[in-house]
């Protein structure tokens, strides 16, 4: 599973999916703390192992005017000391081969985006540093392709990958996920449900990506019946007034009740 390879990752012997989940973007010191810290709280009570999710940049935006970021160093500075303060491991999303390693100095876990994860460079890169590599299946790929990143990564010379499915493109402006999906890509490497940007509705007129947040429950509970590996799921305690990507994240206020639902599904699934 990868998860031991992981520094300071707890609750790896309950027999739960693992979550990745924080803000889509680190809009600053106070508000990652503040999500952190109540993330961890229910994972704890819930013996979830958890991994602390933020984007130190936001490379891939609708429109120029975009947030993308408060700065590269002082954003993963914040990564290092959310990891250092509530003792819990972090991930980031990378964007350039110099992203690699640089991240990989201050978090334990690198992302390959979705339109990005045929860059074959960003990739090698990536695995290179030595860190878990999580790869987003390309809204525009089938699952069986994804073999061939996971591939990439053992070429590298590291057998740390994981697959995370955002969804596939339905149409121009909708996500569907598929979940014959997730058997095939467990095949090849530990997989991951992405819920909330599986709920995004791309290419909106007005430049701005919209979402169907209250779907979120529907497809996290499809993903743990189909035994997904993990989940990952974006919180904010305003989304409305969140950076980046507000219109299909959670609520920090109802992270408790669906994780606490999930686990129950997860338990009654693995009895079987």
């Not at 810290?37 to 130190?56: C, H, M, Q, R």
């Not at 303060?85 to 876990?109: G, L, M």
Request: hydrophobic share 40%; charged share 25%.
């Amino acid at each position: 599973m990868i998860l031991q390879d992981i520094p300071k990752i707890k609750h790896t012997d309950s027999n739960n999916f693992f979550l990745l989940c924080g803000p889509c973007a680190i809009e600053g010191e106070d508000m990652a703390f503040r999500i952190a810290e109540k993330v961890l709280t229910i994972t704890n009570k819930l013996e979830i192992p958890y991994i602390f999710k933020g984007s130190f940049k936001k490379a891939n935006r609708s429109r120029i005017d975009s947030f993308t970021g408060i700065g590269d160093e002082k954003a993963l500075e914040i990564l290092a000391k959310v990891s250092e303060k509530f003792d819990v491991p972090t991930v980031t999303d990378i964007h350039e081969v110099s992203d690699a390693e640089k991240a990989a100095q201050y978090v334990d876990v690198l992302q390959i985006p979705a339109f990005l994860v045929r860059q074959t460079d960003l990739v090698v890169a990536a695995a290179k540093t030595g860190k878990v590599v999580n790869l987003k299946k390309g809204q525009f790929m089938s699952p069986e392709a994804m073999k061939h990143a996971v591939q990439k990564v053992k070429d590298a010379g590291s057998d740390k990958a994981w697959i995370t499915d955002r969804g596939t493109m339905f149409g121009y402006q909708d996500m569907i996920v598929d979940f014959r999906g997730i058997p095939t890509m467990r095949q090849y490497a530990p997989t991951v449900l992405d819920v909330t940007h599986s709920l995004q509705q791309p290419n909106q007129s007005a430049g701005v990506t919209g979402g169907r947040p209250d779907m979120i429950e529907t497809i996290a509970r499809a993903g743990i019946v189909n035994n997904v590996d993990g989940l990952f799921i974006e919180t904010h305690f305003d989304p409305a007034n969140a950076k980046s990507d507000g219109a299909n994240m959670l609520h920090l206020d109802n992270l408790e009740a669906l994780l606490s639902n999930l686990t129950a599904i997860r338990k009654l699934v693995t009895t079987f």
